[in-house]
């Protein structure tokens, strides 16, 4: 005899946080990396050249506002629920699936995690690292520590903006502090280009990384489709939206102006339901 049971649970974000080794490593790197390029511009490349003008003063305000926009939406990716669907306050009898039996009818695209051992919603994924599903999931990154997910992917991708502009200003300071010819001689004008070569490098290579995954996510959101989905083949069969309402549902209703300040908290209780046919 078939019966049909309803499945509904309310989905509130929180703070979180991995103690996943690599993801901790990573996170030690970049900031490493974001100190030494404000301890060179700052030191090596304002001071001696632009300590007695103006442009000194607003170029080191300018470099170290884009670092804390970085940190802001970097720390907001970290430690943001990316989308973690809760487990199931009673326990749920799974018997029949670990024994081979067909897997239950679900309505609405919901599925059944063996290995959270509860439903979850559509376009949810398991994570290995987390061990948790993570609605809407793109990917898990180390430099975030974290899942990309439905509540996190605008503070990753404002990471992503933030990284960008910070390697493109620290090039274009090491140009401009060489082309001022500050008359650094002997021991000081090789330390200053020691330390100019390795933070052109730093700054090519992470910027080269965040323009290639800045596309990659960019490409995800206008295509309604995460990696995961690429990769299982398995896209959404979802109403086709424009741009601009693709990139609401990550960035948030206000103004577009508003996209890019990860300033913004606002804590949201979701309630999602579904039914399934045994």
Known sequence: MLSTTTVRYRS???????SDPCGIVCLIITYAAVLYADYVVVRHLVIPTMSDTLWGVVNVVAFNVIIFLLTMSHMRAVVSDPGIVPLPTTGLDFS??????????????????????????????????????????????????????????KYFIQFLFYVGILSAYATTMVVVSWMMDPGVKGNGKHVKLIHSVLLVVESLLFGMFVIAIGCDQMGAILS????????????PRRQKKSSYALMQEVFGRGHPCWWLIPLQFNPVVQVYETQYTV
Do not use: S
């Open 96 to 153: 029949d699936l670990h024994a081979g039996k067909t897997m239950p009818n679900m309505r609405d695209g919901w599925t059944v995690c063996m290995k959270c051992e509860t439903y979850r919603p559509p376009r949810a994924h398991h994570c290995r690292i987390c061990r948790r599903c993570i609605r809407r999931m793109d990917h898990h990154c180390p430099w975030i520590n974290n899942c990309v997910g439905e509540f996190n992917q």
């Open 12 to 18: 509130v974000k929180m703070a979180v946080f991995r």
């Open 224 to 235: 309604d489709e995460t990696a995961v989905e690429q990769v299982k083949k398995a896209g």
